[in-house]
């Protein structure tokens, strides 16, 4: 059996490439993930070694309507800021060890090649940069945090 997590990781890199179907096959399992339309959720096909079809739409969480009247003004208070989002899935932390001081705080200034935090994957610690110069606007996950591929991790106020 296929890990959900893989899988939702697929359907996430599918949704935002824009990509309509998906097959990854090896000796124990096959899965492809297809959709008709661009608006339709991705369906998965997952064959185990007795072929099995299992499909299931992606979950499309709906928001209440008081949720997004709250998250309106968040979008405000966001306006003109740019997202450092991480590329990976991993785990996430503000500095290079816990003795040391975090890579970048609000109101610290970072440039294209600045180092702003790590994210560990499979044991490899990998360096994040800000890629863009400005200014540190948020922090918005917590070092030791799991985080997502694409999942923003800093607010910078460009310069």
């Known amino acids: 059996m296929i890990d959900i997590r893989k899988l939702k990781e697929l359907v996430r890199l599918m949704t935002t490439s824009d990509l309509t ?11 492809t993930i297809r959709r008709a339309t661009a608006q339709a959720a991705p369906q ?3 064959h185990a070694a ?5 499909v299931a739409a992606a979950p499309v969480a ?9 998250a309106a003004p968040a979008a405000n208070d966001d306006a003109g800021l740019i997202a450092i989002e ?9 500095s ?20 702003v ?27 030791g945090q799991a985080v997502e591929f694409g999942q923003p991790l800093y607010m910078i106020k460009p310069s």
């Open 21 to 31: 179907e998906l097959d990854l096959r090896d000796k124990e399992e096959q899965v």
């Open 44 to 46: 998965v096909i997952q």
């Open 50 to 54: 007795p072929v099995v079809q299992h």
């Open 62 to 70: 709906a928001a209440p309507a008081a949720s997004a009247a709250a």
């Open 86 to 94: 991480s590329p990976m899935v991993g785990t996430f932390y503000a």
């Open 96 to 115: 290079p060890s816990p003795d040391k001081p975090s890579f970048v705080s609000v109101g610290g200034d970072v440039g294209p090649n600045s180092v």
């Open 117 to 143: 935090c790590l994210v560990e994957a499979m044991k490899i610690f990998n360096e994040i940069k800000a890629e863009r110069s400005g200014t540190i606007a948020k922090v918005l996950v917590k070092s």
